[in-house]
């Protein structure tokens, strides 16, 4: 890029948002603007394009989401609106504006059947409210318009926000043992990651028009894992920083009844990514030892 490029995020507090915020004061030809509540209402639709035209962004990262998966169950119409309807009117405003829309999505739109990874073109089947609503929001996305990218990521983390690796870490402070479930895969994947990722695919939508640059993309950080297997890897870097530690019990997931069922398998093929916008994801084990430090060490320095 040449000039300053200003990337409209949406949401303040999620986990991406922040991640960008970081990632993105590294760059010095970008500018990030928020786009959040109460201005910012994902809820209310109609009063998003006013906001986003008057920000005049070269591009729109639409991060924001409803993503309490179990609550979606009692929520689904709430979480459609918030997934599907309100990522249409971003999309849109994308379109009025001739800009390009990165659109964040979920590895929840797959039923978890598959015994391998799973590639953009396998079949969706969400198993959940959360995957359908998500789903539907790829669909309105699509819809609005061709200058999209559509990034299906999986199981994030970060220092920020509420996640799996930091209620591992609190439950490590008052617990010897924590049950797990062992038979869900799939890849925990850094938001720091993601943030990397994001800037660099803007920047080849920015630079061309290409159809071949449009579409949807699988992002995940490399390898596969249970929960169990995340959770194992959290208490072992943490017991290393003198930080939080537990047990881990492996449970099936029948053992763990939850409102929404979750995929068996949800781990995501990123070769395309890698293939169309050069974007290469560090193995999941290396990027959790990066965000336990960066948990653990406050908690640490405190005691
Ligand atoms: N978390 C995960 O494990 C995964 C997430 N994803 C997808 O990645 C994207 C980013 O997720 P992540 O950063 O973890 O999200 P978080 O759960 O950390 O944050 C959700 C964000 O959405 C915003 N938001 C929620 N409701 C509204 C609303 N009504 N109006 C405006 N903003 C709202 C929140 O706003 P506020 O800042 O005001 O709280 C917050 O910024 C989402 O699209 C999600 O579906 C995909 C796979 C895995
Ligand atoms: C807290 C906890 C969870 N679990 C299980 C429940 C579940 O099967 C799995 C993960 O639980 P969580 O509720 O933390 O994660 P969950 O909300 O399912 O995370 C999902 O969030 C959405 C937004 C996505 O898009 C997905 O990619 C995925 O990251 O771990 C345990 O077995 N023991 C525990 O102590
Ligand atoms: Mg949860």
């Known amino acids: 890029m040449t000039a300053r490029k200003r990337l409209l ?15 993105t004061a590294l760059h ?13 209402d994902l809820s209310a639709p109609a009063s998003l394009a006013t906001v986003i035209k008057s920000a005049r962004p ?17 929520e689904e119409e709430l979480a459609r609106i918030i997934n599907a309807q309100a990522a249409g009117v971003i999309a849109e405003a994308a379109q009025a504006l001739q800009i ?43 819809a609005a318009t061709d ?8 199981w994030v983390h970060s220092p920020f926000g509420k996640n799996f690796l930091k209620t591992m870490l609190r439950l490590g402070e008052s617990r010897d043992s924590v049950n797990v479930v062992a038979d869900q895969f799939g890849t925990p994947t850094s938001a720091l990651d993601i943030a990397d990722a994001v800037i660099a695919i803007a920047r080849n939508l920015l630079a061309s028009g290409s159809p071949e640059l449009r579409g949807v993309f699988h992002l995940t950080n490399s390898g596969r894992a249970s929960w169990a297997d995340f959770a194992e890897e959290i208490f072992r870097i943490s017991a290393d920083l003198g930080g939080p530690v537990a047990a881990v019990g492996r449970i099936p ?12 398998n949800s781990q995501l093929d990123c070769t395309k990514l890698a ?19 960066r948990v653990v060490q406050p908690l640490a320095a405190s005691i």
């Open 58 to 74: 070269d591009l729109i990262v639409s991060a924001a989401a409803y993503t309490a998966v179990d609550q979606a169950e009692a």
């Open 9 to 23: 995020v949406t949401g303040r507090e999620g986990q991406v948002v922040r991640s960008l915020l970081e990632r």
């Open 275 to 293: 293939a169309v916008h050069g974007v290469r994801m560090p193995d999941w084990a290396h990027s959790t030892k990066t965000v336990v430090t």
């Open 100 to 142: 390009p829309v990165i659109h964040l999505s979920t590895d929840y739109v797959f039923d978890g059947s598959k015994m391998s990874a799973y590639v953009e073109t396998d079949p969706v089947a969400p198993v959940s409210a959360y995957g359908r609503t998500k789903l539907a929001g790829e669909e309105s996305v699509a």
């Open 147 to 154: 200058n999209h990218v559509i990034l299906r990521t999986a």
């Open 253 to 264: 997931a029948s053992e763990y009844p939850t409102p929404a069922r979750r995929p068996a």
């Open 28 to 40: 010095n030809d970008i500018d990030i603007l928020v786009a959040g509540r109460p201005e910012f």
